[in-house]
């Protein structure tokens, strides 16, 4: 026996992700003067999905998807994959590069703001390396004579002037 709980989380649905037979089934329920709970209850699907269903047959006269609106995106799947590979493979490359990489590889017509774009949507960002001091083999070999001659000295030696508690290690 299946819960309430259940029962509406299987039935969940969009109007988009049902099949045209399901659309039409439902239209052909409502021309024969089913209510919506009956339709929903016959299609398996939440009575807000028939109600959609209904206005959009009723406004357009079908229930095919319609086009979304706004531009598509340049970049498919398979070249968001190949993006971020090529990112993954070597981190230093510039935008630039990498548009030139894609655009040999993939064939695909993209600008550099594109492909910053992409990055930043997948979490890239450009970001400058800490920067490590620079020290020479003259300055290591000094330092190390250093730690070697004064690693006899005590606490109180090393830091005369400074108050050190008298703690033991």
């Not at 649905?13 to 049902?18: A, G, K, P």
């Not at 006269?61 to 590979?85: D, F, I």
């Amino acid at each position: 026996m299946q819960t309430a709980s259940t029962n509406i989380c299987e039935r969940m649905s969009c109007s988009h992700d049902l099949s045209e037979f399901k659309c039409g089934t439902g239209i052909g329920c409502h021309l024969c003067n089913k209510s919506i709970r009956e339709i929903s209850l016959l299609l398996n699907i939440p009575q807000s999905t028939v109600s959609g269903i209904i206005t959009k047959w009723k406004q357009l006269g079908t229930t095919a998807t319609q086009p979304c609106s706004g531009r598509p995106h340049n970049m498919t799947e398979r070249g968001q994959h190949m993006l971020k590979r090529t990112v993954c493979r070597s981190c230093q490359l510039s935008t630039e590069s990498i548009t030139k990489n894609l655009q040999t590889s993939c064939g695909l017509q993209i600008s550099t703001t594109t492909v910053r774009r992409e990055l930043h949507g997948m979490g890239f960002h450009g970001r400058a390396a800490a920067s490590e001091p620079y020290i020479t083999k003259d300055n290591a070999k000094c330092w190390m004579q250093w730690c070697k001659s004064s690693r006899h000295l005590t606490i109180e030696q090393y830091l005369p002037d400074c108050i050190v508690p008298s703690v033991k290690f």
